[in-house]
């Protein structure tokens, strides 16, 4: 059982920055992928970077690719994501997800627990 909580999100101005946080508990972290995932008002869930159990494998939606980094510290049972040169089309509702196998997908039927979310507001 893995349990996640989002922070960090806010209201930015068009080309600034946030960084999101996902604190997990459960004993085996470090087996589980995690991805980053985002949901505006009447659109789908969609993928936006994931990250491998070890870190060292992620993988970035095309529109966030170059501006969002994914990352991990497996001893902190965090996971983070960092984005930059953030557009008003970024707005939405971001969740952090794990995923059983450690490997990682752009898939949410994939993803085995889901953080509560937390609102990114990119406006001016």
């Known amino acids: 059982q893995v349990q996640l909580v989002e922070s960090g999100g806010g209201l930015v101005q068009p080309g600034g920055s946030l960084r999101l946080s996902c604190a997990a508990s459960g004993r085996t972290f470090s087996g589980y992928a995690i991805g980053w995932f985002r949901q505006a008002p009447g659109k789908e869930r969609e993928f936006v970077a994931t990250i491998s159990g070890s870190g060292g494998m992620t993988s970035y939606a095309d529109s966030v690719k170059g501006r969002f980094t994914i990352s991990r510290d497996n001893a902190k049972k965090m996971a983070y994501l960092q984005m930059n040169s953030l557009k008003p089309e970024d707005t939405a509702l971001y969740f952090c997800?794990?995923?059983?196998?450690?490997w990682g997908t752009g898939l949410p039927r994939d993803y085995d627990y889901w953080g509560q979310g937390t609102q990114v507001t990119v406006s001016s």
């Open positions: 997800a794990a995923e059983r196998t450690g």
